[in-house]
């Protein structure tokens, strides 16, 4: 057993049995005979020049999180690399050739984006198109969103399910307020956001807020500030979207990610990994173990 991962007997029965109630699509084993194809494609968009590393951790997290397959759509004229050398099993492609590719589960943006031209010409084309599958926003997707009212338009009128994962700053980006009359009523701002983009909005930071498009909240108490780490908010969505691509219903994908992000935190953290110095790579690492053991024996 990795040296990080080590609760006791009482934590882990905790966890286990949190998880199996509240979201039981999550601890399902696979079906003996599913293949990659049963697990869904994630396209993970993101990565401009100088911050390809976020989209490398979202989709490591999404990959470990359980997905069939994982694209990186780089926001660049050409790809970093040609292979990941930690992590081959990851596909490549420039964020404009995957925009071509048919055969995507679900969409999550935003990822180390920038917000650029390129940036905005992409998402615009995405949000242009109102049927589509699955959809996260994160970070620079959703600063480029805050300041486009036809975009947001745009986005109000999406058929499939959205979902938005701000921190606060982002948050108070799309609500043109300031980060601290995000933070004096966190939820009221989590239903805000929900309502205007009929969307599941996912408001970060200690006890992050979970809502659904019609308001209804839930707050998560997993985590802890070994989390407060550049990266953390990438794997974040690299959990969420492989869980959506998985089948997993969007609540429990939304609600559940963000509890075994959290829990994966506490889970290295009792191990002696963090809360200093713990790196958002560690995370899905953590999360893959634990999952593993949330689910139930058949
Ligand atoms: N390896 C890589 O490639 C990495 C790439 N990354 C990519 O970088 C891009 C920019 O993302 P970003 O979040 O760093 O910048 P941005 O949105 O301007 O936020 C900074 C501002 O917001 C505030 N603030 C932030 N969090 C807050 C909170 N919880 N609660 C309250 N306030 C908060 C903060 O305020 P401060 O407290 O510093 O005054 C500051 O003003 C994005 O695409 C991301 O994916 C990163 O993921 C890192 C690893
Ligand atoms: N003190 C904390 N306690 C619990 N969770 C935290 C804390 N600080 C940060 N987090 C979590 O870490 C993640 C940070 O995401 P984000 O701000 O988008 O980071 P990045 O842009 O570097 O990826 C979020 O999931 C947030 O809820």
Redesign the pocket.
Known sequence: MPPYYNPTPEQLNHWQRHARSAFPALCRPRAANSHKGSHGTLALV?GCVG????LV?AGSAALKSGCGKVWLGFMQTALPLPVLPQQPEIMLATATDLAQRTDITACAV?????TGAAAAAWLAALLAQADKPPLLL???AL?LLAVNPVWQHHLQQRHGDTLLTP????AARLLQCS?QAI?ANRPAAAQQLAARFRAWVVL??RHTLITSPSGQISQNHSGNPGLAT??S??VLTGIIGSLLVQGIPTAQAAIGGVWLHGTAADLLVAGGCGPIGLTAGELADAARWLRNRLVVDT
């Open positions: 993101g911050m390809s590393g976020a951790l935003g990822c180390g984006m920038g994160d970070a620079d600063n921190h606060p700053a982002e980060t933070e970060k930071g550049a990266g908010g990438d």
